[in-house]
C-alpha cells in the first residue's frame, strides 16, 4: 500500500464523540450551574465551602434540584476533587401533532422528532390546550444524559 493509499480510509461513520458528562474540579463549580449527582444531572441552587482540620481538604458542599424531576440532592466533596458536569442542550420545537401522549414536534430546519412525551401536570394540560385552541405551541426539550423532556413552552403567534 503506497503513502497516498493509506491516508485515504474510508469511516463508516463520523459522529462528534460527544460524552454525556466532563470532568471539572468541584472549587471551580457554581450557583445555577449543573453537576452530577448521585448519578443524576442536576441544576446547583445552593453552595458552601468549609476549611477542614490541620490537615484536611477544603469540602464543598453542593445542594443540586435534579432538572427532570425536581428533586433535591445533596452531596459533599473535597474541593481539589473532580465532579462530573452533564452536558445539557435546550433546543426548541414547534409542536404539529399530539398522539398518544407523545408529541410531533419539528425544529427550525423542518426535521421531525417525535419521540418525546407529553409532560404530566399542568405543564402538559396548557400545551394541550393551546395546541387545541389552534395557537402555535414552540416547547423547549432539555436533553441530557440520555433523557429528554420538554420543560417549558410558549404561544408564539406567526
Known sequence: MSDDEQHNQQFEQASAGASLTFP?????????????????????????TSKTGKHGHAKVHLVGVDIFTDK??????????????????????????????????????????EDVKLPEGKLGIDIREGFDKGDSVVVSVTAAMNEEQVTSFKISNQ
Open 24 to 48: 471539572m474540579q468541584c472549587s471551580a463549580l457554581r450557583k445555577n450551574g449543573h453537576v452530577n449527582i448521585k448519578g443524576r444531572p442536576c441544576k446547583i441552587v445552593e453552595m458552601s
Open 72 to 113: 433535591k440532592m445533596e452531596d459533599i466533596s473535597p474541593s481539589t476533587h473532580n465532579m462530573d458536569v452533564p452536558n445539557v442542550k435546550r433546543t426548541e420545537y414547534e409542536v404539529v401533532g399530539i398522539d398518544d401522549g407523545f408529541l410531533s414536534l419539528m425544529d427550525t430546519d423542518g426535521k421531525m422528532k
